[in-house]
């Protein structure tokens, strides 16, 4: 780790990546007739499929309703129900601007700076990075579309920091949905617990993402599915 002033430079490798710190009926005409009997039981088992694909699309809306993006579209599918294909389509969201997404009002200082960049040659690319405390509760949340950086200020302490990218974006809930990429940074830095990091008051830090290799101190990452998305 070096320091110069208040900036400290590290670089770290987050999946696969180089990851730098620096500083998702019909009715019949004969009811005897033995055809009535067969058009009954197709009428009756098309209303019931129906009547099932209506359910489903019910459930779709409402999951739509909550946020759940990536589930209410997989609900709408399989639903085959009235404009199914239009709701499904509608469940990817637009890709957020560079930005916070969230911050916890009783996390904020201006003792330490983080800065957070991607670098992405593909503008249709998102990256969704998550920060927690050592207890595990939410501090912030952060996207960057494509290539860019954002500036957050934490107060000092120990950190997790998790990340998701992906092209079709479902909301903060569902992300990426099953198809994004999924990781926790792992730091090394606190014994018995691999995936801290200790953030200093008084220092700025920012993690680069396809950083310059060789630059800094390496940091590994651990890939997860969706289940494991925070």
């Given at each position: 780790?070096?320091?110069?002033?208040?900036?400290?430079?590290?670089?770290?490798?987050?999946?696969?990546?180089?990851?730098g710190l620096v500083g998702c009926g019909g009715s019949g005409t004969s009811a005897s007739s033995p055809s009535s009997s067969g058009d009954a039981s197709n009428s009756s088992a098309s209303s019931s499929s129906e009547?099932?694909?209506?359910?489903?699309?019910?459930?779709?809306?409402?999951l739509f309703n909550e946020g759940k993006y990536y589930s209410a579209k997989a609900a709408f599918e399989k639903s085959g129900y009235g404009d199914w294909e239009k709701r499904a389509a509608a469940c990817v969201q637009p890709l957020p601007e560079s930005g916070e997404?969230?911050?916890?009002?009783?996390?904020?200082?201006?003792?330490?700076?983080?800065?957070?960049?991607?670098n992405d040659e593909s503008a249709d690319k998102g990256m969704y990075i998550s920060v927690f405390t050592?207890?595990?509760?939410?501090?912030?949340?952060?996207?960057?579309?494509?290539?860019?950086s954002v500036e957050t200020w934490l107060p000092g302490g120990e950190y997790y920091i998790k990340d998701s990218a992906g092209t079709e974006w479902y909301g903060e809930d569902e992300q990426f949905g099953p198809d994004g990429?999924?990781?926790?940074?792992?730091?090394?830095?606190?014994?018995?617990?691999?995936?801290?990091?200790?953030?200093?008051?008084?220092?700025?830090?920012?993690?680069?993402?396809?950083?310059?290799?060789?630059?800094?101190?390496g940091v590994d990452s651990e890939a997860g599915g969706w289940e494991d998305r925070a």
């Open positions: 780790m070096k320091k110069s002033g208040l900036g400290v430079v590290l670089a770290c490798f987050a999946f696969a990546l180089v990851v009547g099932s694909g209506e359910a489903e699309y019910n459930r779709a809306v409402d997404l969230y911050h916890d009002a009783n996390m904020t200082s201006d003792k330490m700076k983080l800065i957070f960049t991607v050592k207890d595990n509760k939410l501090v912030e949340t952060v996207f960057v579309k494509g290539s860019g990429h999924y990781e926790t940074m792992v730091f090394n830095e606190v014994e018995n617990d691999r995936y801290l990091t200790v953030l200093e008051e008084g220092i700025q830090y920012a993690i680069t993402i396809n950083g310059t290799t060789g630059v800094g101190q």
